[in-house]
């Protein structure tokens, strides 16, 4: 599995090469200004993102970045201790985020989860009421409606009807759309429920997305 890494220095390269009997290998490393010396067509299984604070630029290359390999599953690292810097993260369309100083062994494990997670088969299209969700393209639709959903709007969406007829706590929520534990988001789960209800449930006489007192949340069932 290669390992596409961009970081300011070398940290993250130097570390991992300790872990190269975990059948994966970091085959590029890829300094801020030397990642697009590298051949578009050339193929990477992740790539870990190191944000870096005193790089302005960095939004606009994790943006180049992702036009260059569509496809690509990302982790983020970075800095950023507050919800609404991780939110902001996420909401790029991180497969997952961990806040530096990182430890290695925990990487290297979100690191196999998030390529577990990219190797499953999907199924193609969820379907709800008039709610239609195709998975190969990203694609939502209400009623015929294009709907455009942020990244983890999408991965919310897309887990709630997984368990399509059965409620889902909001710690299962983090876990499963965040990777990551409750402690370390608080009302998260809540917030992005909010956006997902605006630009799903508003205009509709029939929600789609319901509370279970208690539990969490759910779509379809009784």
């Given at each position: 599995?290669?390992?596409?890494?961009?970081?300011a220095?070398?940290?993250?390269?130097?570390?991992?090469?300790e872990?190269?009997?975990?059948?994966?290998?970091?085959?590029?490393?890829?300094?801020?200004g030397?990642?697009?010396?590298?051949?578009?067509?050339?193929?990477?299984?992740?790539?870990?993102?190191?944000?870096?604070?005193?790089?302005?630029?960095?939004?606009?290359?994790?943006?180049?970045?992702?036009k260059?390999?569509?496809?690509?599953?990302?982790?983020?690292?970075?800095?950023?201790?507050?919800?609404?810097?991780?939110?902001?993260c996420?909401?790029?369309?991180?497969?997952?985020?961990?806040?530096?100083?990182?430890?290695?062994?925990?990487?290297?494990?979100?690191?196999?989860?998030?390529?577990?997670?990219?190797?499953?088969?999907?199924?193609?299209?969820?379907?709800?009421?008039?709610?239609?969700?195709?998975?190969?393209?990203?694609?939502?639709?209400?009623?015929?409606?294009?709907?455009?959903?942020?990244?983890?709007e999408?991965a919310?969406?897309?887990?709630?009807?997984?368990?399509?007829?059965?409620?889902?706590?909001?710690?299962?929520?983090?876990?499963?759309?965040?990777?990551?534990?409750?402690?370390?988001?608080?009302?998260?789960?809540?917030?992005?429920?909010?956006?997902?209800?605006?630009k799903?449930?508003?205009?509709?006489?029939?929600?789609?997305?319901?509370?279970?007192?208690?539990?969490?949340?759910?779509?379809g069932?009784?």
């Open positions: 599995m290669r390992i596409l890494v961009v970081e220095g070398t940290w993250l390269v130097h570390s991992l090469s872990f190269r009997h975990d059948n994966f290998s970091v085959e590029a490393l890829a300094p801020w030397s990642v697009f010396d590298i051949a578009p067509t050339s193929q990477f299984d992740l790539l870990l993102f190191d944000l870096d604070a005193s790089i302005a630029q960095e939004s606009e290359l994790l943006f180049a970045i992702q260059r390999w569509p496809n690509l599953p990302y982790i983020l690292l970075s800095a950023a201790n507050s919800t609404e810097d991780r939110v902001r996420l909401d790029s369309g991180a497969d997952d985020i961990l806040v530096k100083p990182v430890a290695l062994p925990e990487l290297v494990a979100r690191m196999r989860a998030v390529l577990r997670r990219h190797s499953r088969p999907l199924r193609n299209t969820y379907l709800f009421a008039d709610l239609e969700v195709n998975r190969l393209t990203h694609r939502v639709s209400r009623g015929g409606k294009t709907i455009d959903l942020s990244p983890k999408y919310l969406l897309d887990f709630l009807l997984g368990n399509l007829g059965r409620p889902v706590t909001r710690a299962a929520i983090i876990e499963k759309v965040w990777h990551a534990d409750v402690a370390t988001f608080t009302n998260i789960v809540d917030v992005y429920i909010n956006y997902l209800r605006h799903i449930d508003m205009g509709n006489q029939q929600p789609i997305i319901r509370t279970v007192r208690g539990i969490g949340y759910q779509i069932g009784n």
